[in-house]
């Protein structure tokens, strides 16, 4: 007998047993109905049009271009059964089939294609299976991406991670994913992701004369996901797929955690949201994690060491300390954060990429990024910051669910048009070249 919401093999759940959790649960808002519109992630079918800097994409793309046999060039693509293939037409493009040596690529930008990682990607629908084109259309310089599992079980970890860039549909935890990206706007302009009749009664449901902006709203979820105890609190509950939000009726309570979500955004963007009392920066925020050594480039991801005992996390001929063991094994629903980011940076490289036969997934890094070093430190600080400040968000949860609250009965349900993706707009390539 399955339980509630249990995950069945394949990573489906049986929707004919009953919801797990009690009315409480049920009362809660559902994140999906306080943000109407949920989108899948890029999803590419190949490797090779995501790395982790910038030139490898340059050198990827002339070998491709390079490659003049339209049957070898099919085989580096990594041709599918079924999707894009090197002969699409993809409307404003030219066919990759008629690429001649020499040709310049779209746009390479900033691409996330897992929790808390930065890596960079082509802007180019004709390399991916399912661009998502809503997403690309909805980016600019105040956009965030909250991504989270809404159509499988949560695991231990925050409930929800965010990006400013667009999210590979798998960007949660590496697998699992479907409709989980959850942008703050819906489009490039900034109209919110949430119904303005919505946000209305949140505001009375706070009380006389309090108001609740989409960043506020969209601030206040992120405390209680991404700041707090949740998945742990909630387990039972999330073993029905779909995270619900204790949303407080105390207005100096709704602000205190307005006020704890923002800067667990700004944390979690590296310094590139919600800056207001900062410096804009993230920059390295602990002095205490430090580098000894030259990092080096690890052959594999195994080759990379960490010692609890000391403190250190060996990669290659260098090591960092006080890194602390939380920091090592902070996961999101089951994916180690930093064995994930570091495998990516690794020679031989880590999941399908190691494994590809393409010519395109073997032109891999040589030697270890100066820029990887900054980047290690800002992810280390992250996390450690991230598990110091838990305490403070349980002690808010705590709060807001022992108070009063808006019920979901309390707002209108969201108009059809809302939970749609929106329509006309900017492709990914125009996209990039606006940013």
Known sequence: MVRAGQRLPGGWFDPFEPVAGGQDWLDYPALTDLFPWQQPGCMWNRTWP??????????????????????????????????????????????LVDLGPGAPSEPIVRFAPRSFDRQWAFADPRLAKTESPSLWASVSDQQIFLTSLLTSSIGRGPGATVATSV??????R????????????????????????ALGAIGEGLGPGATAAIEDLFAYVYAVLGGADYTERFAEELLTPGPRIPLTADADLFAEAVAFGRELLWLHTYGERFSEG?????????????????????????????????????????????????????????????????????????????????????????SWADEWTTELLELLSVLQRTIDLQPRGIDLLDRVVAGPLIAA???????????????????????????
Do not use: C
Request: cysteine-free; overall charge neutral.
């Open 50 to 95: 995501v790395a982790p800097t910038h030139d490898l994409l340059v050198d990827r793309w002339s070998a491709f271009v390079a490659i003049e046999d339209p049957a070898a060039r099919a085989d580096a693509y990594v041709t599918p059964r079924h999707g894009r293939s090197i002969t699409t037409r993809v409307p404003g493009l030219p066919r």
């Open 167 to 172: 999210p590979d549909k798998h960007h949660f």
């Open 174 to 197: 590496g697998s699992f994913g479907a409709k989980d990206v959850v942008p703050l706007y819906r489009d490039a302009r900034g109209t919110p992701n949430a119904d303005p009749k």
């Open 278 to 366: 900062h410096d804009g920066v993230l920059g390295t925020l602990l002095p205490s994690i430090a580098v000894d050594g030259r990092l080096t480039l690890p052959e594999r991801p195994n080759d990379i060491e960490y010692d609890a005992g000391t403190q250190s996390l060996r990669i290659g001929d260098g090591k960092l300390t006080g890194v602390t063991p939380e920091v090592w094994a902070f996961e999101v629903s089951g994916m180690a954060v930093v064995k994930k980011w570091l495998g990516y940076r690794t020679a031989r490289g880590a999941g399908r990429a190691a494994s590809s036969s393409s010519p395109l997934d073997q032109i891999r890094p040589t």
């Open 409 to 435: 009965s309390d707002l209108p349900e969201p108009p059809a048009e809302l939970r749609k993706p929106p329509t006309g707009g900017r492709g990914p390539t125009q996209a990039a070249l606006e940013l």
